[in-house]
């Protein structure tokens, strides 16, 4: 826990436990993430679409890639294709539309970071030999139980198995690591937190949940399924490549739709890692 903490404000880590405050008027804000983003809303508020998340499969029979580069914005059958491909991977690039958007992109960093690829918007020979011939995720916790969620500090990565089979496999962004503290009004009074915006390492289990979005005293969260005191993996308007949160784990608006129907309570949270900044 960082010590340059303003004295009469409380200390905290990660995004939404409950905590007795003390008043302040004034605030730093310390938590600053990347400008891309990645399956997000344009608008605040809004919500995802329906999306059905299939359970990921070993791809046994060789399959040819289109090999066509393609940017974001991009539209076609090859966008189409790579969709089919990622979704059928455990990815969620969001709907087989053939456009390639924010849902997609998120899928794609996913996809990179999982096959050593560093992540881009440009789909080019490496990412398509990829596709072609996957990895399959690193396990983090090999006497894990079947069903569990494994979040991967290092690679930015969450992977939930079900029944011992990756179920999905999903681009986060987690705390950033910058201590920080905020004014705002909480309770009908202005008030000040502080924290490091730390995710921390170990072993937990998901616990209590919120539907659609929730408010806490650092911002909104789209369907918080909370696993550590006051850090949950939530849906987020912005999920950038590095680090950015005050301590849960962010992704995509559309994976953040299916995921209260694929984590149970109760279910083991691994969280090994840590990210190391170029």
Not at 81 to 88: E, I, K, P, V
Not at 95 to 119: E, H, S
Request: positive net charge.
């Amino acid at each position: 826990m960082a010590a340059l903490l303003t004295a009469g404000a409380v200390v905290l880590t990660g995004c939404g436990a409950q905590a007795h405050t003390s008043a302040a008027t004034t605030g730093v804000t310390g938590v600053t993430g990347a400008p891309s983003t990645a399956g997000t809303s344009g608008a605040a508020g809004a919500k995802a679409g329906p999306e059905t998340a299939p359970a990921a499969a070993p791809v046994t029979a060789p399959v040819t890639a289109p090999r066509k580069t393609l940017k974001l914005g991009a539209k076609g059958t090859s966008v189409a294709w790579l969709q089919r491909r990622l979704a059928a991977l455990g990815y969620l690039p969001g709907k087989a539309d053939g456009r390639y958007g924010g849902a997609t992109l998120a899928a794609v960093w996913a996809f990179q970071k999982v096959n050593g690829i560093t992540p881009t918007s440009t789909i080019a020979r490496r990412t398509w030999e990829a596709l072609e011939r996957p990895r399959t995720p690193k396990v983090l916790v090999g006497n894990g139980k079947p069903t569990r969620a494994e979040v991967d500090l290092t690679k930015q990565v969450m992977v939930l198995y079900v029944d011992g089979q990756v179920r999905l496999i999903t681009h986060i962004s987690s705390g950033s690591g910058v201590p920080y503290c905020e004014t705002t009004t909480w309770q009908g009074k202005e008030q000040r937190f502080c924290g490091s915006a730390r995710t921390p390492t170990g072993d937990f289990r998901t616990t209590w949940r919120a539907s659609g979005w929730h408010k806490s005293y650092l911002g909104q969260l789209y369907n918080p399924i909370f696993f550590n005191g006051g850090i949950a993996f939530h849906g987020a308007l912005s999920v950038p490549l590095s680090p950015a949160s005050h301590g849960c784990v962010r992704m995509p608006m559309n994976v953040a739709e299916v995921l209260p129907g694929l984590l149970g309570k109760g279910v083991p949270v691994h969280v090994r890692g840590a990210f190391r900044r170029a």
